[in-house]
């Protein structure tokens, strides 16, 4: 067997110890003769699972009584409409920090359910650098804030929570929940798509503050309700019982990692060692991002010549090294640094990086 360094930026690498239990349990799960996706989210062994997963993540991320922690599906898009619905009532306005394109889209979305004022932006400058704190127009009887702390795309990152006041403060965690330590008390709401950090996709988690749930007061339907999933224990439907089970599993993993004041530390090595072999190359591979805004997770970079980008990834595929292609919206290359990618797989990189120069200089 040959696994790949994996350095997609979603659906992403999956821990590999994680991928070896999955397939252990493949078959007869928990002695029960059959898989988990064979099982019943009602029985009494989903429903174990599903409290285990909790637990674990409420221990990772320190999350206060005082919020839920919600399974959903659905994709971090659906939610991107969902929020507005269950947070803001008709008539009602929202602030939204635009920083990338998943916080351009997140306002596009909401604009059918909400009066969204963009209170920053730093669209004109190509989201190379982050709105500060100190630009925000905000509204203080604003429904909430919303901005996503990580963009996946333009690779920037706010390494801090910035303060909203009473506003509750929403965030799209999908590229960088579980990277690190979180004060999860700051929120209002957090929610990500479980393809990066968590596990594959179709699976969106949520973390909610309670008094929140009790603000959806526009008709709807239940399905579109928050606090029905969380009266449910999301299981309002069928829930998507595989994510589930592998979310829970990273959760273990995480756990046995050293938590995430351990994931913190890799993470900062991890793109410490590929912004310094980009800023060390003399110019043949360049990152143009403000370097107080460059995320740990997704790493964008260029060749001195985009002539060079098929060969690049060429031979990268060929030295092992998968998904290093950009977004299509940048061109040239990311390498998106998750925690189930190891510090040896940026190691590996940074050296193919590096031959690659010499080879084509
Ligand atoms: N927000 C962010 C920050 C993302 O990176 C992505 C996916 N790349 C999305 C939202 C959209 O997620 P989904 O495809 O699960 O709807």
């Known amino acids: 067997m040959s696994r790949v360094w994996n350095f997609s930026a979603g659906p992403a690498a999956i821990p590999t110890a994680v991928l070896e239990r999955a397939q252990r349990e493949l078959l007869d799960w928990n002695g029960s003769g059959a898989s988990v996706m064979e099982l019943s989210h009602r029985g009494k062994r989903f429903i174990g699972l599903a409290e285990q997963a909790e ?6 991320l320190k999350i206060p009584a ?3 922690v919600l399974f959903l599906q659905g994709g971090a898009t659906q939610h991107f409409a969902q929020i507005p619905l269950n947070l803001a009532g008709e008539g009602d306005s929202a602030d939204y920090i635009v920083n990338g394109h998943w916080g351009e889209k997140a306002a596009s979305e909401a604009a ?6 963009v209170a920053a932006s730093s669209r004109n400058e190509q989201y190379l650098r982050l709105p500060p704190r100190a630009s925000w ?23 801090d929570v910035p303060e909203v006041g009473e506003v509750p403060l929403v965030a799209d965690m999908s590229s ?20 990066k950090n968590i596990g594959p996709s179709g699976l969106v988690v949520m973390i909610i503050r309670r008094d929140l749930l009790q603000r959806a007061a526009r008709p709807m339907a239940k399905i ?7 009266a449910n ?9 595989w994510g589930w089970y592998l979310a829970g599993l990273t959760f273990q993993w995480l756990k046995e990692q050293g938590g995430l004041e351990a994931m913190a530390h890799r993470n900062r090595d991890k793109a410490g060692l590929l912004y310094q072999a980009i800023d060390g190359s ?7 991002i403000d370097p107080a805004a460059r995320s740990r997770m997704n790493v964008p970079f260029t060749l001195h010549d985009s002539a060079l980008d098929a060969d690049f990834l060429k031979e990268s595929e060929a030295a092992g090294l998968l998904a290093l292609k950009g977004h299509k919206a940048l061109g040239g290359m990311r390498a998106s640094l998750y925690n189930a990618v190891p510090l040896e797989a940026v190691q590996v990189l940074v050296q193919f990086m590096r031959d690659f120069a010499a080879r084509h200089g």
């Open 55 to 60: 637990a674990d993540l409420r221990e990772l």
């Open 66 to 68: 005082d919020y839920a």
């Open 112 to 117: 059918s359910y909400v009066r969204v004022n």
């Open 137 to 159: 127009q905000l509204d203080p009887r604003a429904a909430y804030v919303h901005y996503t702390p990580n963009e996946t795309i333009h690779g920037v990152e706010y390494h």
């Open 176 to 195: 960088n929940i579980l990277a690190e330590p979180l004060d999860v008390s700051r929120f209002g709401l957090i929610y990500a798509g479980a393809q």
């Open 224 to 230: 579109f309700r928050y606090a029905e999933h969380a």
């Open 233 to 241: 224990d999301s299981m309002l439907n069928t829930p998507n019982t």
């Open 282 to 288: 003399g110019g043949y591979y360049r990152n143009p």
